[in-house]
């Protein structure tokens, strides 16, 4: 009975790990499939996410205050984005390339602001979790929906970014196929001459997603350095960007299948820091390895190929034929 309730606590505390750990993959990687929806490729996600952390969590340690630590996050994002649809549209240089330099600039600026603003890993007092207790609504009751045995781990012990990342995935699968701002994306990323012949400004709908996809990615940070681990330190994304990238391809460009990478991808994350918590006679390099190996499985192989814009990476310009 005994190790039943321990690998029961283990499974539990893998999954409630998994779902914590999806919510910067959520956020990076909504936003991401929104810029390739357009057209554009963005690989500065990894970058992106640097600054909205380190922005996020300064404004954090000298304010106090999480809203305005989240909005200068978003901003930032959200200025990086421009710089990517300057670059890649307006310019029209290879949207790979320019990426690639979008993440060393952020990379690297970030590591430099915080050399010169913090120069040692700091706290902050992060957004705590929930526990939907009675008495926040008035109730004289000290009952929690936390305290739900396993249902409460599951399901009402995160933070509120953690649940405005899962809402997220229905509202964006609204945006994109109920709304006409949402239709006009997909017309630009998948036939940019018809939606232009028909009035829609290729450019603009382009810019944007791309920098709505950055605030996302800045938001994303934002939620490891002010939400999950409440610090900053260099490189602390360390990939999960990139990752984001992959799972657009992996969930078929729909927010429904980006939702379930994210969670095979946070679960597998969450797995290998248990397996190192945990010492089992696996070598911790090979914990560590599991999520990238599963991105380039993931990237291997051909699942929902034919959902793929037929205008990504393509620049456009009125006229071409």
Known sequence: MNEQLTVMAIVLGILHSGIRLATPYLF?????????????LNLGVEGMMLMGAFSGF??????????????????VGGLFGLIMAVVSITFQAEQGISGIGLFMLGLGLSSLLFKTT?????????????????????????????D?????????????????????????RWVLNQ???????RAVGQNPEAADSLGVSVNRMRYMAVMLGGILAG?????????????FQENMTNGMGFIAVALVYFGGWSPVGVLAGSLLFSTVSALQLWVQVLALNIPSDVAVMLPYLLT????ALPLRRAAQPAALTKPYERGEN
Do not use: H
Request: glycine share 12%; hydrophobic share 55%.
């Open 28 to 40: 990076a990687s909504i936003g991401e499939m929104f810029d390739q929806r357009s057209g554009v």
């Open 58 to 75: 300064y404004a954090v340690f000298v304010t106090g205050n999480l809203w305005l630590g989240l909005l200068a996050a978003g901003v």
């Open 118 to 146: 913090l120069g040692t890993v700091e706290g902050v007092q992060g957004f705590p979790e929930l526990q939907f207790c009675l008495s926040s609504l008035g109730i004289n009751s000290d009952f929690c929906l936390a």
């Open 148 to 172: 739900i045995p396993i249902l409460g781990d599951l399901f009402f012990s995160y933070s509120i970014l953690t649940y405005a990342a899962f809402g997220l995935v229905p509202i964006s």
């Open 179 to 185: 709304t006409t701002w949402g239709l006009k994306i």
């Open 219 to 231: 938001i994303a940070g934002a939620s490891l350095s002010i939400s999950l681990l409440n610090i």
């Open 296 to 299: 380039i499985i993931a990237l």
